[in-house]
């Protein structure tokens, strides 16, 4: 039992020494290392950092104690407060609690430092705070923060008045992050247009974000898959269906993952808005994008906290404005002309060669090219070589060669795209004219036409 007892006191000993790392022939540490203060009058923050931590050791001891200080000053949530209120209708997450608590650590004053502690290896700070002081800076805060608030609600008015309706917006939000620390507490005031708590003032944020509506500026959006580019999509933001909403930021989201865009825009000064798409696969579907106002960014050079803002939107549903458009196939028109000797040949031989490279999901072929996006023009035709009645004369055979002009024209804009020309298929005959119907039974015609709609094709869509 005696040897039982030693060990355990031995083993004291030495988590004791561990804990403080003590340097052998220093004094003993001060009291308040060993045993907490408990003063009826002051809160206490102790706290310590490693010396090995760096040169910053002093700093991140001063700011665990400050969080303990913060720790010390207990968060009660009456009975008439907005939080209240919430929680008990299920409205509102678990960690509300510990926002409240950093928010107090954020806006600590009136503390002093009673003491410090340095045994080589460790640094130690100990603060105090009256609480009678604290109680009186907490309330003399706490009524210019409230009247603060109102004069930021009362402009708010104004600017709605006067159009302004961003303006407006972020000066609501500021108030309700600057009386968002006092959601544990009962809170009432006075603003204009009877705006009397918080849960007013975020009804009204409510209210004037839902004001928002997204007109599409076309009948039918459409876009094509594997566009090499696109043009945005354009659409326009309007408040109460009739004013356009200017310079505001939006987060874009698609449920498809077939669709690729960028994630954030802002609208121009006459209220539209265009969604950049990045890429498409083939849907032949109508497809929709989710714009969400985006208030972070709205806010970003404001003194509002991020964790404001969090808070509010526990209060708010932002509207989801919704973006539709048609994902459809890329619609080809192909004019192919073939001539030998520049006579029709109706045979029509590279016609269907052609039209065997643009079979699949991403491009339609039409029948006219009014319903096409695009339009492919072949002119091929036949032409006697200059070698021809060399040829004819000592071996009776005649020499004919084969050209082929090949071009891609967008007819939305009437743009020519690709333009390329194919000359050098060669056949013999014993008439010009076989030779001719010869060059369009050339293996080379296929391998060089391949090559030439491979380039075509890389203009109209890419993988």
Same mark, same amino acid.
């Given at each position: 039992m005696k040897k039982n007892v030693f060990i355990h006191i031995v083993l004291l000993l030495l988590i004791s020494q561990a804990h403080f790392s003590q340097v052998p022939n220093e004094p003993l540490p001060?009291?308040?290392i060993n045993k907490r203060p408990l003063i009826n009058s002051r809160f206490v923050g102790i706290g310590f950092c490693d010396k090995s931590s760096g040169n910053n050791y002093q700093n991140e001891a001063k700011k665990n104690a400050l969080?303990?200080?913060?720790?010390?000053?207990?968060?009660?949530i009456s009975s008439n407060s907005i939080l209240y209120t919430v929680q008990n209708n299920n409205q509102f997450n678990e960690n509300f609690?510990?926002?409240? =608590?950093?928010?107090?650590?954020?806006?600590l004053e009136g503390y002093k430092l009673v003491d410090t502690y340095d045994n080589g290896k460790q640094y130690w700070v100990y603060y105090?705070?009256?609480?009678?002081?604290?109680?009186?800076?907490?309330?003399?805060?706490?009524?210019?923060? #409230?009247e603060k608030a109102i004069n930021l609600i009362a402009l708010s008015f104004n600017d709605e008045k006067e159009g302004n309706f961003t303006g407006s917006l972020k000066k609501r939000i500021q108030s309700f992050g600057i009386l968002s620390p006092y959601l544990n507490e009962e809170l009432k005031f006075e603003a204009a247009n009877n705006v009397r708590n918080i849960f007013d003032l975020s009804n009204l944020i409510q209210k004037q974000l839902q004001s928002i509506s997204l007109v599409a500026k076309?009948?039918?959006? #459409?876009? =094509?898959?594997?566009? @090499?580019?696109?043009? @945005? +999509?354009?659409?326009?933001? +309007?408040?109460?269906n009739k004013?356009?909403?200017?310079?505001f930021p939006f987060i874009i989201n698609s449920d498809n993952e077939d669709v690729k865009i960028k994630e954030s825009t802002l609208s121009n000064a006459q209220g539209d808005i265009e969604i950049a798409v990045d890429y498409v696969k083939p849907l032949n579907q109508t497809v929709y994008f989710i714009l969400n106002p985006d208030i972070y960014k709205l806010m970003n050079s404001d003194s509002v906290s991020k964790n404001a803002i969090t808070i509010l939107k526990k209060f708010i549903e932002t509207p989801q404005l919704k973006a539709f458009a048609e994902v459809s196939s890329v619609k080809v028109f192909i004019n192919c002309v073939e001539k030998n000797l520049n006579k029709l040949n109706n045979q029509k031989i590279v016609a269907p060669l052609i039209s065997s490279r643009f079979n699949g999901n991403e491009v339609k072929l039409v029948e006219t090219k009014a319903q096409a996006d695009f339009l492919i023009d072949i002119d091929v035709n036949t032409m006697k070589d200059i070698s021809s009645d060399v040829l004819n004369a000592n071996y009776g055979v005649q020499l004919s060669f084969l050209k082929i002009k090949l071009s891609l024209r967008n007819l939305s804009t009437n743009e020519l795209i690709y333009d390329s020309e194919i000359s050098d298929i060669y056949a013999y005959g014993n008439s010009i004219e076989t030779a001719?119907?010869?060059?369009?039974?050339s293996d080379k015609l296929k391998t060089k036409l391949n090559e030439g709609l491979f380039f075509l094709k890389r203009k109209l869509i890419v993988y």
């Open positions: 001060p009291s308040w969080f303990d200080l913060a720790s010390e000053i207990k968060v009660d609690n510990s926002l409240i =608590k950093l928010s107090s650590n954020d806006n105090e705070l009256d609480k009678q002081e604290y109680g009186n800076r907490k309330a003399t805060k706490k009524q210019l923060n #409230i076309t009948k039918n959006a #459409i876009i =094509k898959p594997y566009q @090499p580019s696109y043009k @945005p +999509l354009s659409y326009q933001l +309007l408040l109460n004013t356009p909403l200017i310079d001719g119907l010869n060059a369009y039974q």
